[in-house]
């Protein structure tokens, strides 16, 4: 077991000093003096550290993307020790453009390997196109027999690189991926990568107005990347939708208009935007391609998990939003969307995933994942297989 003591609470809404007591994976106790005979745990002292819940990144390529570019361009897969220096304890996996040289398969087993080293993992079944490429052969029963599938994406709409699905097809696909949640009890959400086209959130604006479809099982990720796409989703999450901002980008793409994350946090709360509704997500391992108003690629670059909490960070630094909103991005709301029920927050009987941070400067001091200490005073004391 670990006591960890003295810590000041976000559990991410304030609860003050308070000792957590883990074990077996799990919060035992989330209780002020814990006390505990020092030769059945160890203690850590957390006096003058914030204790936030352990970070859920919602939509990361994890065995690697891209590919605009040809075989070479082909990014990375995602390495343990880029999660933990970024304090994510949790992440979705997604593939991207190329379901071809990268597998449902190949992306289950890279989820079981980075859960045998120490994160939880999930995933999203099929790619960029419709139809969607499962393991099972419909998305119903990947996510109704496989543990591990919770949802279906990232589908491309709104972009030059998209399988340009009708609206038929598309509202299917939702469709049927809410059916594979209801059975299965998950989440059974579709994840929408929208792109610079002119069509924006159509699509899902349509299957709200035209069916019977809740917009809870829609997530568009993305919607900071222009101006008018940004306004977009604040209308579209007034109405009940929720919305995703993407933390990786590169100088060109801010240039051009994408809204910083910490900027497009705070103006979507002072429009009203329901801060539940709203997550942050990193597309770490994904290409980030530039690409000419013909749609020729003029360059490509890296997502990285570890911006996800930049942007928090940014948000609350620079733009002047609450701490304990600004989690919830990273938290308790993809946790609850998600509908991953032992993450999210920290509270007795729930998963022991929990970051400790410096609270003048937010920076990560300790990573525990289910229990176990991943990085300690800012010292990494686990690494992945083959780091």
């Known amino acids: 077991m670990l006591l960890i003591k003295n810590a000041e609470i976000l559990a991410p809404e304030p609860l003050g000093t308070q000792d957590l007591l883990l074990g077996g994976g799990r919060i ?7 006390q505990v005979p020092g030769k059945y745990c160890r203690s850590l002292d957390a006096k003058g550290l914030l204790a936030v819940p352990g970070f859920i990144d919602g939509h990361v390529h994890m065995m690697g993307g891209g590919g605009e570019s040809g075989f070479a361009s082909r990014t990375p897969s995602l390495k343990l020790t880029d999660a933990i220096l970024g304090g994510i304890t949790t992440v979705v996996g997604c593939l991207g453009t190329d379901g071809h040289t990268r597998s449902m398969q190949g992306l289950l087993a890279k989820a079981k390997g980075l859960e045998e080293e120490g994160l939880s993992t999930y995933l999203y079944s099929g790619s960029y196109g419709i139809p969607m490429k499962t393991m099972l052969g419909s998305i119903e029963e990947d996510i109704l027999f496989l543990d591990k599938v919770i949802g279906a994406g990232e589908v491309a709409v709104s972009d030059h690189r998209s399988s340009q699905p009708g609206f038929e097809a598309f509202a299917h696909l939702v469709a049927t991926t809410r059916r594979g949640g209801m059975l299965s009890g998950k989440a059974g959400l579709v994840n929408v990568h929208l792109g610079d086209g002119k069509r924006g959130l159509d699509m899902l604006r349509r299957i709200l107005e035209e069916t019977e479809i809740p917009a809870t099982q829609m997530l568009p990720t993305h919607i900071n990347r222009n101006p008018q796409l940004f306004e977009e989703g604040i209308a579209y999450a007034k109405a009940g939708g929720f919305v995703d901002f993407t933390t990786s980008t590169v100088q060109a793409f801010l240039d051009e ?8 946090l705070r103006r979507m709360l002072e429009a009203g935007v329901d801060p539940g509704h709203i997550t942050f997500t990193s597309d770490g391992q994904g290409s980030l391609p530039e690409f000419d108003a013909q749609g020729q ?3 490509i670059s890296v997502g990285r998990v570890t911006t996800l909490f930049n942007a928090v960070r940014e948000a609350v630094q620079k733009e002047g939003v609450p701490l304990a909103t600004a989690l919830r991005t990273i938290t308790s709301n993809p946790a609850r969307i998600l509908k991953l029920k032992q993450k999210g927050r920290l ?14 400067t937010l920076r990560i001091h300790t990573v525990i994942a289910k229990g176990r200490v991943m990085m300690e005073a800012g010292e990494l004391k686990v690494k992945g297989t083959f780091e």
């Open 28 to 34: 035992l106790h989330l209780e002020a003096d814990i």
């Open 257 to 264: 208009g994408e809204v910083p994350c910490g900027e497009a």
């Open 297 to 299: 690629l003029r360059g």
């Open 347 to 360: 509270a007795q009987g729930l998963d022991a995933d929990l970051v400790l941070l410096e609270p003048d």
